[in-house]
């Protein structure tokens, strides 16, 4: 493997990404909502029903949809905690993975799709690098910056979540096992979901703004783990993620070989 | 002799029902500057990307630098510079990026990295706005940082599509100058795609012409046009009283007479290069003063109408 040439490749996509304000905006304001805004109003929140009056028993209410293990996973913490722990701990576990998802399909997407748009593409063809190094190159550029920003996010997100919940919490409650799991396994799986169905999008679109629209298919069902944590359908426990995991890396691998059987110059340059 | 940098050997190419490249067979000597003429869609891209190794082949065989672009391609492409049609270059990153990436992507020795970009950007004349995004540039800038791109590696053997294409006359003998001492200096091949039949009479030691993806005729371009251009003009000189009596004289020949200023002075045209002496014989036979008789080398743009004027089918192959 040239691993100069591949370096070469994913320093030009990260070069190019950056300069593209359609790409670098939404890359660092999605993080910045998932990882401190939401987490902070959140932590807020019980606070703030205090200070309006508001019972406690309307979180109360809401814990009774959560799944019977996660009632009693959370049954020794006292009423506001316990809302700050199911929201922050769980609920907003299924959307940190859009992050990761996110951030890997609009990348790919500038890398694959939009290197053909802008007619960058042939000029890389003619070079040496191998097709195997090219697909690696292309993936790297995406799944790296995704992994990065999940894990500076998933930092980010335990200082906010901890220093909002100190009022209600009293004690450093973030990371959970789960969440850890959930950063070192899931979400590198997950990047690599939003990479591999660019992979295979971008055999189809001719634009940038058409495999976006196309890769964003991805995250529902990152919204249906959302709506199934609440409503009580699933439990995102530590073996619930190990086994989201491994699901996602299998599907990873399977799109993978589905997506790079077209990934050849023969084919690509036939497309231009 | 060397073995020949390109040989194909009925090389083929079809996309569906579409013969691109159509049954190819062709040799390109090292240090060769080989012309590849044709219209748009004759099928000279396509010939690029088969002989780089980029696209397969339907049929036929080829060896590029003693190299089979089908299985060694990776090994083919590091000896090998390509000018595409379009510059395609990374718009949003300065020239020195564009330039520095390739260098890594081209495996460049590190330590020869930096000053060999900046003799390319000096080269070319970009090293005052190498820090600058390539999308400010003019056409011409961008086809001269592409070239230099072409170059970074000093390959063995240049593609260059329509190298001149958008740039200005001075720019474009520059590059041309490049060009020959390329070949003659330093022994690099260059296949080059061109409209431009002065700039192929100028630099090529061969030309080949394309037409819907066959090589129609091959051979350096003087003796291409002895074979196709059979009809030439002549630059006759006479006595400027003899004028009218020359007019007179040549009325009776299939040959269209152009008087020319000052008066004396007669433009020939479709004379055949054998009825030469029948012409100067009738005008001294009619008692006319004959100073100078001058036939016009036919130009490749002649050849390369004349050709496609008569609907060619099947190679001609010309040997110098």
Do not use: W
């Given at each position: 493997m040239n691993w100069r040439g591949v370096r070469a490749l994913v320093r030009k996509d990260l070069k190019v990404v950056m300069q593209n304000k359609?790409?670098?905006i939404p890359l660092i304001v999605v993080p910045v909502i998932v990882f401190v805004v939401v987490p902070a109003l959140v932590a807020l929140l019980p606070r703030l029903f205090g200070a309006m009056g508001a019972p406690t028993q309307d979180i109360e209410e809401l814990l009774t949809m959560a799944a019977p293990p996660l009632r009693e996973a959370l049954s020794h913490y006292s009423p506001e905690q316990a809302g700050v722990v199911f929201m922050l701990a769980y609920v907003m576990a299924p959307l940190f993975l859009i992050v990761p998802l996110m951030v890997a399909n609009v990348i790919a997407a500038d890398s694959f799709v939009g290197e053909r748009e802008r007619k960058t593409l042939e000029a890389l063809l003619h070079t040496p690098l191998t097709d195997g190094e090219l697909i690696v190159g292309k993936m790297l550029s995406a799944w790296l910056p995704a992994v990065a920003v999940s894990w500076l996010g998933f930092v980010v997100y335990g200082v906010t979540a901890n220093l909002a919940a100190w009022p209600v919490m009293g004690r450093v409650f973030f990371p959970t096992p789960m969440w850890i799991v959930l950063a070192l396994w899931v979400a590198p799986a997950a990047a690599g979901l939003g990479l591999v169905a660019m992979i295979l999008v971008s055999a189809r679109a001719k634009t940038f703004q058409e495999a976006y629209q196309l890769g964003g298919v991805v995250v529902l069902p990152v919204i249906l783990l959302v709506i199934g944590q609440i409503s009580g359908v699933v439990y995102l426990s530590v073996g619930v993620a190990l086994a989201l995991g491994l699901g996602l890396w299998v599907v990873d691998g399977v799109l993978l070989r589905l997506g790079a059987r077209n990934f050849h110059r023969n084919e690509l340059i036939a497309r231009l | 002799m060397s073995d020949p940098v390109i040989l194909t050997h009925e090389l083929t190419r079809c996309f569906g029902s579409l013969v691109a490249v159509n049954r190819l067979s062709l040799e390109v000597a090292q240090g060769e500057v080989f012309g590849f003429l044709g219209h748009n869609g004759a099928g000279k891209t396509t010939t690029v990307r088969l002989l780089n190794g980029v696209l397969a082949a339907s049929g036929g065989q080829a060896r590029v630098l003693g190299l089979d672009p089908a299985s060694q391609g990776t090994a083919l492409r590091r000896r090998t510079g390509v000018l595409t049609e379009s510059p395609s270059l990374d718009e949003r990153l300065t020239a020195r990026d564009n330039l520095a990436i390739f260098a890594d992507l081209y495996g460049v020795p590190r330590e020869r990295v930096r000053r060999r970009i900046a003799e390319?950007?000096?080269?070319?004349?970009?090293?005052?706005?190498?820090?600058?995004?390539?999308?400010?540039?003019?056409?011409?800038?961008?086809?001269?940082?592409?070239?230099?791109?072409?170059l970074l590696h000093e390959p063995d053997l240049l593609f260059l599509d329509e190298p001149t294409a958008a740039l200005d006359p001075v720019a474009a003998r520059g590059v041309h100058e490049l060009i020959l001492r390329m070949a003659r200096q330093e022994g690099r091949t260059v296949f080059l795609c061109?409209?431009?039949?002065?700039?192929?009479?100028?630099?090529?030691?061969?030309?080949?012409?394309?037409e819907q993806g066959r090589l129609v005729a091959v051979g350096a371009p003087q003796e291409l046009a002895r074979r196709y251009v059979h009809n030439l003009t002549v630059e006759v000189e006479v006595a400027p009283e003899d004028t009218d009596t020359a007019l007179q004289a040549l009325a009776g020949l299939p040959v269209a007479v152009q008087p020319g200023s000052p008066r004396g002075q007669l433009a020939v045209s479709?004379?055949?290069?054998?009825?030469?002496?029948?012409?100067?014989?009738?005008?001294?036979?009619?008692?006319?003063?004959?100073?100078?008789?001058?036939?016009?080398?036919?130009?490749?743009?002649?050849?390369y109408f004349a050709l496609h004027g008569e609907g060619v089918h099947g190679q001609r192959e010309v040997s110098p």
């Open positions: 359609g790409v670098s | 390319l950007l000096e080269h070319f004349e970009l090293a005052d706005r190498a820090d600058e995004k390539v999308g400010g540039y003019s056409k011409g800038m961008k086809q001269r940082l592409a070239l230099a791109r072409a061109t409209h431009n039949l002065v700039e192929a009479q100028r630099l090529c030691d061969r030309v080949g012409v394309m479709g004379v055949r290069r054998e009825a030469i002496p029948a012409l100067v014989a009738a005008l001294v036979h009619a008692g006319v003063a004959v100073y100078g008789v001058a036939p016009q080398e036919p130009s490749l743009e002649d050849v």
